[in-house]
């Protein structure tokens, strides 16, 4: 099986895109519902690539010739103020994309990314996947579909997050942090705390006051890492605010 004339082989020696990634691209928002040789096809200008700590991905007012998926790691996007000061936009995680929006709309990047961790991202060629858009009806429509479940997702999210007070966001991030199903847990934090309170959507002293909060529900923290005492109670505090909403 290949994509076009290439074997998935090469097309994995070529692009560093493994056929587990493959599969794990073919469960996200932006590609759901492509078959593995369809995807393989739309991503043959791209690559899966590794970055260090501390690198700059892009930097505001640079041409949107790419968009990313984070498959490891954690990415900064930020802006800096007039001042200097930096200032967290947001916080990508494993399984989010970021900037594809710009390739869409203004063509320039409107903030700055940075690696806060060691990363592998898949790095689109925005020129490619246009132009195979603009090739491909049906493609396209795949494409459309999918960035509106994407929306419709971000919507759901954004009205659930709204309804949650910041002690159950923070509960919520730290179950995505575990896939231990019940009881005890103890998980190291991937970030510094500021900037998960900057995923969040919170300042730092709200975090730190969250976190004291969730005291009462059985969550301790030494350092980087959380003691959860009992996941079920995180998980039912969180599931009473979802059903409200």
Known sequence: ????HEDV????LRTGITRDDIRRLGKHPLFSGLLPDALRQLLSNSSVRRYPDHTTLFMQGDPADRFFITMEGWVKLFRLSENGQEVVISVASPGDSFAEAAIFDSNIFPVNASAITDVRLLVVNSESLLRQLAENTQLTFNMMASMSRQMRSNVTTLHQMCSMSSTE????????????????????????????????GMQPETFSRSLSKLKASGVTSEGHNVIIKDIDVLRAMINKTAMSC
């Open 169 to 200: 966001r923070l509960a919520d991030f730290l179950l995505t942090l575990t896939d231990i199903p019940a009881g005890p847990a103890t998980i190291t934090l991937p970030l510094d705390k500021s900037l998960i309170a900057a995923r969040l």
């Open 9 to 12: 082989d090469d097309f994995e």
């Open 1 to 4: 099986m290949g994509t076009g």
